[in-house]
């Protein structure tokens, strides 16, 4: 049994500094020294988890192994350290009060009073330090979301106020905060920060290191003045200066020295370096791409590319095996019609249709998907997107006139995709999709089979509905195949069209499991497609 060793990562002055990045990256570096570590988000908010919740509120929701419906962060902290989370990972305000009414109704509380402080915080420090005993990590780095100062943040800082003197030098405190340039006078400003940590300090927490996100490089002179308001040794003050990809910063926290001083002021050796050879060699390709792809994402998110974050970070993961850049651009499918596909989709090399839930912009989506087909242009469907292309499919090509989504249109005569039989009778919307991780079998010389290499795989999954296997000998006569199945439900979880340069859709969510270490086989392979014109 080993003596986690906890680090907390709190921010203030504003919100979207990076703190996810920032504990993604230290991570990083300590695994790279060969530590065990996780990372967990503790997000303050009511909702159970972020399931229920619109992508226009906090971007995408990413789904874990487990079936967790979890903040995006955690699609981070894969991406980095190229291990799975679960739900432990990530614990609302909600999901801790819910459990702590639960323990009071069943009386576990034996006649007490149940208040914030103790029992909301005991509840915290315990999802915190049980994250650690259970898989016995080195490390557990927990990020509190929001900013210091809201009130929904409070109980956790008092968590983690209480938790560094129970840990004592097991623990310690990372404060983001943002040093902004004011053009006007040509000066960095710290003023913020020290505002920052004196909020902190009213919650009985002194930061021991800070990290300091800005445009500009930080002189000595702000470093020093940093340092003597704020409490923390000069060592501690942490430069993060912006730069042109989330996977540098990393390699920037190593240059100054950011996992040096947390393992010496956790009293830990702080000899070698870590390894970070693979690393590096990802950032070099994605800095010199030998060519160059623009493929469309057709949504209905797009003014918030956050939405779509796991996709994004999937097409720059096998960009860079390609040794090819590729030209994301968001396309709204409210803007699609029959008339003007090929005027607004005629540039890109290839079409992604994405995930979604509702009738809004689904007309779009299919006609993407159509002009996808008759073009001969590599398309990639995920989830609503093979939704889509399945439907497109049998109106145009099977004659399935109206053919629909039972999602869409109750009542539709051809009901090629329909609710699951395990659904119908869910009436609770949180978390009661088909979710987390299903095998898949797969036919070897598809276009899937080739890309996986293999026969067998597990994905990720987050839907109600599925193709309806009803149809399925109908589109496979006329040459929509399906090439991967579920072995258990036989759950079609692949198609693909015969004749067509590279058609494929996915019911699964391919962007949840690509990482820097081991993009995902689907993306490598569509964007191979498309490079290879
Ligand atoms: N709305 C569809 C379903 O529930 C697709 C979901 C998705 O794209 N994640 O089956």
């Known amino acids: 049994m080993k003596l986690t060793k906890y680090i907390f990562v709190t921010g203030g002055v504003a919100s979207s500094?990076?703190?996810?990045?920032?504990?993604?990256?230290?991570?990083?570096?300590?695994?790279?020294?060969?530590?065990?570590?996780?990372?967990?988000?503790?997000?303050?908010?009511?909702?159970?988890?972020?399931?229920?919740?619109n992508p226009y509120e906090h971007g995408e929701c990413f789904v874990t192994d487990d079936g967790a419906e979890t903040d995006?962060?955690?699609?981070?902290?894969?991406?980095?350290?190229?291990?799975?989370?679960?739900?432990?990972?990530?614990?609302?305000?909600?999901?801790?009060?819910?459990?702590?009414?639960?323990?009071?109704?069943?009386?576990?509380?034996?006649?007490?009073?149940?208040?914030?402080?103790?029992?909301?915080?005991?509840?915290?420090?315990?999802?915190?330090?049980?994250?650690?005993?259970?898989?016995?990590?080195?490390?557990?780095?927990?990020?509190?979301?929001?900013?210091?100062?809201?009130?929904?943040?409070?109980?956790?800082?008092?968590?983690?106020?209480?938790?560094?003197?129970?840990?004592?030098?097991?623990?310690?405190?990372?404060?983001?905060?943002?040093?902004?340039?004011?053009?006007?006078?040509?000066?960095?400003?710290?003023?913020?920060?020290?505002?920052?940590?004196?909020?902190?300090?009213?919650?009985?927490?002194?930061?021991?290191?800070?990290?300091?996100?800005?445009e500009r490089s930080i002189t000595d002179g702000v470093r020093k003045k940093v340092a003597r308001f704020c409490n923390v040794n000069i060592k501690s003050v942490i430069e993060s200066i912006d730069v042109s990809t989330i996977y540098e910063v990393p390699i920037r926290m190593q240059s100054e020295k950011?996992?040096?001083?947390?393992?010496?002021?956790?009293?830990?050796?702080?000899?070698?370096?870590?390894?970070?050879?693979?690393?590096?060699?990802?950032?070099?390709?994605?800095?010199?791409?030998?060519?160059?792809?623009?493929i469309a994402l057709v949504g209905k998110y797009v003014e918030l590319p956050?939405?779509?974050?796991?996709?994004?970070?999937?097409?720059?993961?096998?960009?860079?095996?390609?040794?090819?850049?590729?030209?994301?651009?968001?396309?709204?499918?409210?803007?699609?019609n029959e008339t003007n596909s090929k005027e607004i989709l005629g540039k890109y090399q290839g079409i992604l249709v994405a995930p979604g839930f509702g009738h809004r912009g689904i007309k779009g989506k299919i006609e993407a998907t159509k002009y996808a087909r008759q073009n001969n242009i590599p398309f990639l469907g995920i989830c609503l997107g093979m939704q889509c292309a399945v439907i497109e499919f049998a109106r145009n090509v099977l004659n399935l006139e109206k053919a629909d989504s039972t999602e869409m249109h109750n009542n539709t005569k051809y009901p090629v995709i329909s609710l699951m039989e395990e659904q119908k009778n869910i009436t609770d919307m949180g978390g009661t999709m088909r979710l987390g991780k299903y095998p898949c079998k797969i036919?070897?010389?598809?276009?899937?089979?080739?890309?996986?290499?293999?026969?067998?795989?597990?994905?990720?999954?987050?839907?109600?509905?599925?193709?309806?296997?009803k149809y399925l000998d109908l589109f496979q006569k006329n040459g929509m195949i399906a090439t991967g199945i579920n072995p258990d439900s036989e759950l079609v979880e692949i198609i693909e069209i015969k004749k067509h340069k590279w058609f494929v859709g996915v019911q699964f969510h391919p962007e949840?499991?690509?990482?820097?270490?081991?993009?995902?086989?689907?993306?490598?392979?569509?964007v191979k497609a498309v490079n290879e014109k």
């Open 258 to 294: 950011l996992d040096e001083i947390v393992l010496e002021k956790l009293n830990l050796p702080t000899k070698g370096m870590p390894e970070l050879t693979k690393w590096k060699e990802f950032l070099e390709k994605l800095k010199n791409p030998k060519s160059e792809i623009s």
């Open 512 to 526: 949840y499991k690509s990482t820097v270490l081991n993009p995902h086989p689907i993306f490598t392979a569509f």
């Open 72 to 214: 995006l962060d955690l699609g981070h902290y894969e991406r980095f350290l190229n291990k799975p989370t679960s739900q432990a990972n990530n614990v609302t305000t909600g999901r801790i009060y819910q459990n702590v009414i639960n323990k009071e109704r069943r009386g576990d509380y034996l006649g007490k009073t149940v208040q914030i402080i103790p029992h909301i915080t005991d509840e915290i420090k315990h999802r915190i330090r049980s994250l650690g005993k259970k898989y016995d990590y080195d490390f557990v780095i927990t990020e509190i979301g929001g900013t210091v100062g809201d009130i929904e943040s409070l109980p956790y800082i008092e968590a983690v106020r209480q938790l560094k003197w129970e840990l004592e030098d097991r623990s310690l405190v990372i404060h983001l905060t943002l040093v902004p340039f004011l053009a006007a006078s040509g000066e960095l400003k710290t003023k913020p920060t020290q505002h920052s940590v004196k909020l902190l300090l009213e919650n009985g927490v002194q930061p021991d290191i800070l990290v300091l996100r800005t």
């Open 17 to 53: 500094l990076g703190k996810g990045i920032i504990s993604a990256s230290l991570a990083k570096l300590l695994q790279a020294r060969g530590y065990s570590v996780t990372i967990q988000k503790l997000d303050p908010y009511i909702n159970v988890d972020p399931g229920t919740l």
């Open 443 to 469: 036919i070897p010389k598809s276009n899937a089979g080739k890309a996986y290499n293999q026969t067998d795989i597990f994905e990720r999954h987050r839907h109600r509905y599925e193709f309806n296997n």
């Open 306 to 336: 956050d939405a779509y974050k796991s996709i994004a970070e999937s097409f720059l993961h096998a960009g860079a095996v390609n040794e090819c850049k590729v030209n994301l651009k968001y396309i709204h499918s409210e803007s699609i």
